[in-house]
Nanobody
Framework: QVQLVESGGGLVQAGGSLRLSCTAS????????MGWFRQAPGKGRTFVAA????????KYADSVKGRITISRDNAKNTVYLQMNSLKPEDTAVYYC?????????????????????WGQGTQVTVSS
């Protein structure tokens, strides 16, 4: 069992930055691939970024490439989402998720059903 707790959300002006953190309980964090998803008001949850268990492989949604970076610190059981040049359309609840680990990320790693454990989410609001 893995419990995930997100933090770092808040209100920021367009063009600003935020860093989200997701800290996991348990000793097996380093064996999981980690993903970030988001859900905008009135919309379904969508993929943002993912990182392999070792941190050696990552994937991003086209809408965030060049602005958002995913990273992890296995010693701290934490995955991060550094978000720069934020836009109002980035407003959403951001969720982190954990799924079976692999050295490389595959197309399945952008799908919600790949992930087993989910956090409660953290709100990010970007004002124009």
């Amino acid at each position: 069992q893995v419990q995930l707790v997100e933090s770092g959300g808040g209100l920021v002006q367009a063009g600003g930055s935020l860093r989200l953190s997701c800290t996991a309980s348990g000793r097996t964090f380093s064996s999981y691939n980690m993903g970030w998803f988001r859900q905008a008001p009135g919309k379904g949850r969508t993929f943002v970024a993912a990182i392999s268990w070792s941190g050696g492989s990552s994937k991003y949604a086209d809408s965030v490439k060049g602005r958002i970076t995913i990273s992890r610190d296995n010693a701290k059981n934490t995955v991060y989402l550094q978000m720069n040049s934020l836009k109002p359309e980035d407003t959403a609840v951001y969720y982190c998720a954990a799924g079976s680990g692999s050295s490389y990320l595959y197309i399945r790693d952008i799908r919600e059903d790949t992930y087993v454990y989910w956090g409660q989410g953290t709100q990010v609001t970007v004002s124009s």
